[in-house]
Every structure is written in C-alpha cells, then in structure tokens.
C-alpha cells in the first residue's frame, strides 16, 4: 500500500497534536539516542526534535514518498538527523535508545503482543517508549468504510480484508508493566472543527483510512467507492453552526519507562 504524504500532510496541525500531548508526558531524562518509528512526512521528528534537542535523533518509514517529504523539511536538515526507510515489524535499534516515538505508525503493525515489548526492550535504563495509536475503529468514519466495502460490487474482494487487531488499554498495560518501571496509558478524543463539511472528513480519511481500501480498486471503482463514502460522511457528520464540520478522533496514548 503506497501512501502520499502530501495527502497525509493537509490536515499536518490536526494529525501533530496528538505527538506534542504525547512526548509532554515522557518523564524528563538526558536523551541521545531517540528514533520516530514512522516518521511519515517528519512532523512528528521535529516535535521530538524540540522535545529532544541535544538526541541523536533516527526518522524512520517503510514508505519512500514519507521519507523523501521528512528529507525536506528544513528543521531536519541538520547532521545529527538520519532519514531512513526500515520496517517497523523487523527494526532493532543499532544501540540502546533513550526514547523510542510512535506516533500513528503501530496500528499498521500486526503482532502487538511481541512488538511492544520487543520495542522496550531496545530501550537503555530509564529509557521511555511512547506510543500514540488512532483508537476509531468503531467511528462512523470507520464503520461506513467497511459496510460500504461489504455491500458494493466490490464486496467479493474484501471478503478476507481486515485491518490489524487493534487493542485497548489494558491489553498494553498488563503486556508491558513486567517489563516497565512504569506504564501510563490513557485516551483522549479530539474533536477536530474542519472547513469544507463532509468533504473534508473525505479528504482527511483519503490521507490514512481509506488507503487500504482503494489500494484494492480499479480508478472507475475507487471514484463510486468516495462517491458513497461521501454521502455516508454527510449523514453522519452533520455540519456545525460556523459551517465547519466537528470530527471526533479517538486516540490511545502510552508511554512506557523501562
């Protein structure tokens, strides 16, 4: 599934909230060694960068387009920032990292069970792993992608489709607290106002959720598939008094210090 992180990119104020609540809970430590794992287009990097400023800091993503975008920004052109393509599901960390950041990467990763614990233990002694997964499988958002993809001509080829498994809170928890000094994990929506009503939520989804969906679609079926996910945006998220339409956003947060 390729991504374009200019897609991703129109909403960067909104996606980048999450990052800087996210890192402010990290307990404060010297860090030198920190890695963004899926680094998207570098916002997030350069939040860590502030966060971190003296770290030796790795943007890694397994998408060339998001890389050569964080290749581009002009605050990560400095000697002590790498931009790499890796693979989260197969990375290990060259040495021990003092903060390791996933900011809206990991839900794309089957096999928490084994990932998260293997990501804490790349981390040095007092080292925090800090985690920030989209929690909004069952939003409307979300919900209407997949009646749609059951119920269109298209219902054949998603037959086996499925994401992967997203966990809640307590799964993290009890996974990481025998392995962790400390694990705090909370949730928090946000409530994102848009201009542009429906359409907006469209284009916001067209930059994360709805990929895999039209990666599976012909360009004549992807066109009645947004057609039919416009309509349903439309029921489901009424536009507001100021004209702007109201997006709740659902988001786990968890920060783990070995």
Same mark, same amino acid.
């Given at each position: 599934?390729a991504?374009s992180?200019?897609?991703?990119s129109?909403?960067?104020d ?5 990052v800087r ?7 404060p430590?010297? @860090?030198?060694?920190?890695t963004?794992?899926?680094c998207g287009p570098g916002n ?7 966060r971190?400023p003296?770290?030796? @800091?790795?943007a890694?993503?397994?998408d ?5 975008k964080?290749?581009e ?7 002590r ?6 693979d989260?599901a197969t990375w290990?960390a060259?040495?021990?990292q003092?903060?390791i ?6 839900q794309?990763?089957?096999?928490h069970?084994?990932l998260?614990?293997h990501l804490v233990?790349?981390?040095s002694?007092?080292g925090s ?6 929690d &909004?499988l069952?939003?409307p958002?979300?919900r ?12 054949e ?10 966990h809640?809170?307590?799964? #993290?928890y ?9 694990v ?6 946000y409530h994102?106002?848009?201009?542009g009503?429906?359409?907006?939520v ?6 994360s959720?709805l990929r895999? #969906?039209?990666?599976?679609l &012909?360009?004549?079926?992807?066109a009645?598939?947004l057609?039919?996910y416009?309509e349903a945006m439309?029921?489901? #998220?009424?536009v ?6 109201l997006l709740?956003f659902?988001?786990l947060?968890l920060?783990?210090?070995?």
């Amino acid at each position: 599934m390729a991504w374009s992180a200019t897609q991703y990119s129109l909403f960067e104020d909104e996606r980048t909230r999450a990052v800087r609540d996210l890192l402010a809970a990290v307990p404060p430590r010297p @860090v030198r060694h920190a890695t963004d794992l899926g680094c998207g287009p570098g916002n997030s990097t350069e939040v860590l960068l502030q966060r971190c400023p003296d770290a030796q @800091v790795t943007a890694l993503d397994n998408d060339k387009d998001m890389i050569d975008k964080a290749r581009e920004r002009k605050r990560l052109h400095i000697p002590r920032v790498r931009c790499d393509i890796a693979d989260i599901a197969t990375w290990s960390a060259p040495e021990p990292q003092d903060l390791i950041l996933a900011n809206a990467s990991l839900q794309w990763v089957p096999g928490h069970a084994t990932l998260y614990p293997h990501l804490v233990r790349q981390l040095s002694e007092g080292g925090s792993l800090a985690v920030q997964t989209p929690d &909004n499988l069952e939003e409307p958002a979300h919900r209407q992608l997949r009646d749609i993809a059951s119920q269109g001509p298209w219902a054949e080829r998603f037959a086996d489709f499925a994401l992967p498994p997203r966990h809640d809170a307590a799964f #993290y928890y009890n996974l990481l607290s025998p392995l962790s000094a400390r694990v705090d994990v909370w949730r928090t929506t946000y409530h994102h106002p848009l201009a542009g009503g429906a359409e907006a939520v469209v284009e916001w989804f067209k930059g994360s959720a709805l990929r895999p #969906y039209l990666a599976k679609l &012909n360009e004549q079926e992807q066109a009645e598939f947004l057609a039919r996910y416009l309509e349903a945006m439309r029921q489901a #998220y009424p536009v507001a008094s100021d004209g702007k339409v109201l997006l709740p956003f659902p988001r786990l947060f968890l920060v783990a210090t070995r």
